[in-house]
């Protein structure tokens, strides 16, 4: 069984940073594509960023130039670095990873995410 813990969220002001961690048991960012999406209250989870075992990443327009995915290989994490913050960003944030070494549309783990909320 594959679990996903997220950390680091929190309460920061606009312009701020913060840095998202996941780490997994039972599976491994080595082998298999991940992402973080996030959910706003009253809105659709969406796609933030995700990255394949290969480098490539996608992101999510809104946070293009502001964010950066990326994976300690070491300790098997991911990571999502989040700088110059909006209030607009604050969600719930998700770890997920995909079933092969390429992002595709559909996870299939999912961490039970980490509140971010950014204050204007």
């Known amino acids: 069984q594959v679990q996903l813990v997220e950390s680091g969220g929190g309460l920061v002001q606009a312009g701020g940073s913060l840095t998202l961690s996941c780490t997994t048991s039972?599976?491994?960012?080595?082998?298999?594509?991940a992402a973080w999406y996030r959910q706003a209250p009253g809105k659709e989870r969406e796609l933030v960023a995700a990255r394949s075992t290969g480098g490539s990443t996608t992101y999510a327009n809104s946070v293009k130039g502001r964010f950066a995915i990326s994976r300690d290989y070491a300790s098997n994490t991911l990571h999502l670095q989040m700088n110059m913050l909006k209030p607009e960003d604050t969600a719930v944030y998700y770890c997920a990873t995909y079933g092969s070494m390429a992002i595709s549309s559909n996870p299939n783990y999912w961490g039970q995410g980490t509140q971010v909320t950014v204050s204007s």
């Open positions: 039972g599976g491994s960012f080595i082998t298999n594509a």
